[in-house]
């Protein structure tokens, strides 16, 4: 199978589409067509239309994609340069300080290079993810992507929208601390204020009280938000209304802040799938655009695994530091791959 995408609820549904693809600007009448794009969206035409669409278990995953007995991969990881992410790290800081903006994600991505084994066995893990995360993958001749995520962007039905706030991490454990810490508090009700502010345009908004997330050995800040639509609204329309929020991108996110929030993810060569939108849409018209963090991305022998950080005014180097080490790790342990 030359190209295929994954898309896996958190209650286990999930398909999996063979390319050739058709792709489309709208997402089609009939759905079972999967969303994908870069962060930048700067595909015009994000929604997939697989030509055979399979609902696959994680028992029939190994022959619909035809693993063949592949091998765990074997990853040789470098250690991550702190140079150029403690440089943007600084830079952002000063204009958080000088109140130019609010937040912002840069991103440090860990590579490494693929020494025995095929990534795509790693889609068994992200079929078996727990069940509050989200699994997505999309997979070419020589590369791809793949991961589990615990933030959803958005799910439609009809006239009712979905979304949550996620920001805010900390190791499980340190929950007391974790519950008053100013700083991480601040970061995500950050969030909440961008996605109700985006989200009232639609129409009325509902929040439920900032509760814990603990998934893959994190633990996030995360406040539900639902939105009772005036109108029925066409998903690839909702994408670039709240993609990025600031839980990954930048606030306020006006085209300067965006411009360079693009510089920095450039300068620390950020793989594009990260932070990026990614959905399915199911028969029923039922729309779920998830957020592809957690994951890793491979071309050819090059291995990649992002984590970004969201830079407020609170914040300091080391515990940022440590926060994307966590993260790293948390990846590498969802994937059942050692470091």
């Known amino acids: 199978m030359m190209e295929f995408a994954l898309f896996r609820l958190p209650d286990g549904r999930a398909w999996l589409g063979e390319g050739p693809f058709t792709a489309l600007a709208a997402a089609p009448a009939g759905g079972g067509a999967f969303y994908v794009n870069d962060f930048d969206l700067s ?43 403690k440089m943007a790290f600084r830079r952002i800081r000063r204009e958080v300080l000088a109140k130019r903006i609010e937040k912002m994600v840069p991103v440090l991505t860990e590579t490494g290079t693929l020494v025995s084994g095929d990534p795509r066995r790693l889609l068994q893990a992200v079929m078996q993810a727990p069940a509050n995360m989200w699994g997505y993958a999309h997979v070419t001749e020589n590369g791809g992507f793949l991961g589990a995520t615990p933030e959803l962007l958005f799910k439609t039905h009809d006239q009712s929208l979905e979304t949550m706030a996620l920001a805010g991490t900390a190791k499980p454990g340190h929950q007391d601390a974790f519950l008053t810490d100013v700083k991480e508090i601040e970061e995500h009700e950050i969030v909440v204020r961008y996605l109700t502010e985006q989200l009232q345009t639609l129409g009325a908004v509902s929040r439920q009280p900032r509760s814990l997330c603990e998934t893959a050995g994190l633990v996030h800040f995360q406040s539900s938000l639902s939105v009772k639509l005036r109108e029925k609204v066409d998903p690839a329309q909702l994408v670039p209304l709240l993609h990025p929020t600031p839980a990954v991108g930048c606030l306020p996110r006006d085209e300067a802040a965006l411009a360079k929030l693009r510089e920095y993810r450039q300068q620390l060569k950020v793989p594009g799938f990260f932070g990026s939108p990614f959905g399915f849409i199911e028969n029923n018209g039922t729309a779920h655009v998830v957020v592809a963090i957690r994951g890793i991305g491979w071309q050819g022998d090059t291995i990649s695994l992002p984590s970004g950080c969201g830079i407020v005014g609170g914040s300091a180097f080391d515990h940022e530091w440590r926060e994307l080490r966590l993260k790293r790790e948390a990846v590498l342990r969802l994937l059942a791959l050692h470091s």
Request: glycine share 4%.
């Open 43 to 85: 595909d015009p035409q994000p929604w997939k239309v697989p030509a055979k669409l399979h609902s696959i278990t994680p028992e029939s995953l190994g022959s619909t994609i035809h693993l063949n007995g592949a091998q765990t991969p074997q990853i040789n990881w470098a250690k991550p340069a702190t140079e150029w992410f």
